[in-house]
């Protein structure tokens, strides 16, 4: 058993869901691409008395700590398997009695990234994003990833970057870039310079805005394009909700990485509906980054 704050690196939350396992599946492949350790982490949530229990409260503890071994041992199972080689990386499991997005965010501040599926055991079927991801994509202190069980994994397609000039779109940028140059990927960046759908406004010339858009992104770009030569960028600019355009592209993707809240949002906003309908929406996995 070893602490995250020990073995900086990725962290994955794991319960035995299907969206777990394929975050760790996910997680496995990321840090041999980085070279970094994993850990794979299994909250308990604090047991509740009532007047009506009828089972010790110590009982009820040492149930919730062997059903968190066998998830744990599960999930180090699909690690091994999902990295094998003599040079795989380092697995760290731990766990920890607490409430779960509390403990997931703490633990996050010293982790590269922390991945979690995008549903855990006790959500609904058709809920597309569980309370415990929700929670994280608001709180976590490191860049979230967010995967489905049913995410593409054609290594051959491009990474998908949502871009508006915000300052989490800036770091989301970096990541993006990063990302795509680890995986030997084309990056496509996907700018929505007009939020106003395909409206037949006659008064205005939208061909001058939407050069003038692409030029400003070309320039935004260019400078990551100099750290990340060996990168192919494709520009992608749509004049209709972001939100709807990224989660089209993610068909075709195999990672989409967006801010955690773009232009819109006023000051105190953590998550803009961008990033949360992406996380929910996407057919491949979604890292969100925060401004800080």
Do not use: K
């Not at 415990?132 to 491009?158: K, M, N």
């Amino acid at each position: 058993m070893s602490s995250t704050a020990d073995n900086p690196g990725i962290l994955v939350a794991v319960d035995g869901s299907p969206g777990s396992d394929a975050a760790v599946s996910w997680a496995a492949a990321e840090a041999v691409r980085r070279a970094v350790p994993v850990t794979l982490l299994s909250i308990t949530a604090p047991v509740i008395s009532t007047w009506s229990s009828a089972t010790p409260d110590v009982d009820i503890a040492d149930a919730q700590q062997d059903s968190a071994r066998s998830v744990l041992e599960l999930a180090e199972q699909i690690f091994t398997a999902a990295v094998g080689g003599p040079h795989a990386p380092g697995v760290h499991t731990e766990t920890r009695p607490s409430p779960v997005v509390g403990a997931l965010a703490e633990a996050s501040r010293s982790a590269l990234l922390l991945v979690v599926g995008n549903r855990g055991t006790g959500g609904h079927n058709r809920l597309p994003l569980g309370s415990v991801a929700a929670g994280l994509l608001h709180h976590a202190r490191c860049p979230v990833v967010v995967v489905h069980p049913e995410d593409s994994v054609d290594s051959d397609a491009p990474v998908v970057l949502g871009v508006d000039g915000s300052t989490s779109s800036d770091a989301a940028t970096r990541l993006a870039f990063e990302e795509a140059a680890l995986r030997g990927a084309a990056l496509v960046a996907v700018h929505a310079w007009s939020d106003v759908g395909l409206l037949p406004m006659y008064t205005m010339d939208w061909q001058i805005y939407e050069e003038q858009a692409r030029e400003a992104l070309t320039q935004r770009l260019a400078d990551w394009e100099q750290d990340f030569p060996d990168v192919r960028v494709d520009v992608r600019l749509v004049r209709d909700r972001p939100a709807h355009w990224l989660t089209e592209e993610s068909r075709s993707a195999q990672l989409v990485v967006v801010g955690s809240r773009g232009r819109g949002g006023f000051a105190g906003l953590l998550l803009g509906s961008v990033a949360s309908t992406v996380a929910q929406l996407s057919q491949a996995p979604v890292i969100v980054v925060r401004r800080d």
